[in-house]
Nanobody
Framework: QVQLVESGGGLVQAGDSLRLSCAASGRTSSTYIVGWFRQAPGKEREFVQAISGSGSTTYYAASGKGRFTISRDNAKNTVYLQMNSLKPEDTAVYYC???????????????WGQGTQVTVSS
């Protein structure tokens, strides 16, 4: 079992930056692939970025490429999502998820956090 807790969301203006954190605990949490997803009101949850257990491989969706950077610190059991140049369309609840294999689909991930709200005003 892996427990995930997100933090770092908030209300910012367009162009600002935020760093989201996903703190993991539980059995061998550092071996899991961790992904960030987001869900805007009235829309389906979508993949943002993911990172392998070692941190050597990362996966990107087009929406955040060049603006968002995922990283992890296994000594702290934490995965980060650095978000720069935020846009109003980035407004969503952001979730981190852990799984054994990489996938773009959220259904492939076994463990989920409760989410953190990111609101970007224009």
């Amino acid at each position: 079992q892996v427990q995930l807790v997100e933090s770092g969301g908030g209300l910012v203006q367009a162009g600002d930056s935020l760093r989201l954190s996903c703190a993991a605990s539980g059995r061998t949490s550092s071996t899991y692939i961790v992904g960030w997803f987001r869900q805007a009101p009235g829309k389906e949850r979508e993949f943002v970025q993911a990172i392998s257990g070692s941190g050597s491989t990362t996966y990107y969706a087009a929406s955040g490429k060049g603006r968002f950077t995922i990283s992890r610190d296994n000594a702290k059991n934490t995965v980060y999502l650095q978000m720069n140049s935020l846009k109003p369309e980035d407004t969503a609840v952001y979730y981190c998820a852990a799984g054994s294999v990489f996938a773009f689909k959220d259904s492939a991930y076994d463990y989920w956090g409760q989410g953190t709200q990111v609101t970007v005003s224009s």
